[in-house]
């Protein structure tokens, strides 16, 4: 499993913006439809996107830019580099 996963669904805009930003930064992440399960439908149905790293099971709700992503990275020990701009 991806040290990052992103929780979002087909056809929902700010899904988009969020994997768009996440590719802009150069981060490796798995993107996983909430239709796909009955258990992330029930608990991201509303919330989505949402950025999880499941090893912590800390979740980034949206909204969120890169500054909220270094942060969030840092808080999960999660190494990176220059590729998310100050």
Do not use: N
Request: hydrophobic letters at 40%; proline letters at 5%; aromatic letters at 10%.
């Amino acid at each position: 499993m991806a040290d990052l996963v992103l929780f979002g669904t087909e056809g929902c805009h700010l899904c988009e913006d969020a994997e768009g930003l996440l590719l802009r930064t150069g981060l490796s992440f798995e993107k996983q439809d909430i239709m796909a399960g009955e258990q992330w439908q029930q608990r991201y149905a509303i919330r989505i996107p949402v950025l999880l790293h499941p090893p912590s099971g800390s979740e980034l709700g949206w909204p969120f830019d890169e500054e909220g992503i270094r942060d969030f990275l840092v808080q999960t020990g999660i190494e990176f580099g220059s590729e998310i701009s100050r």
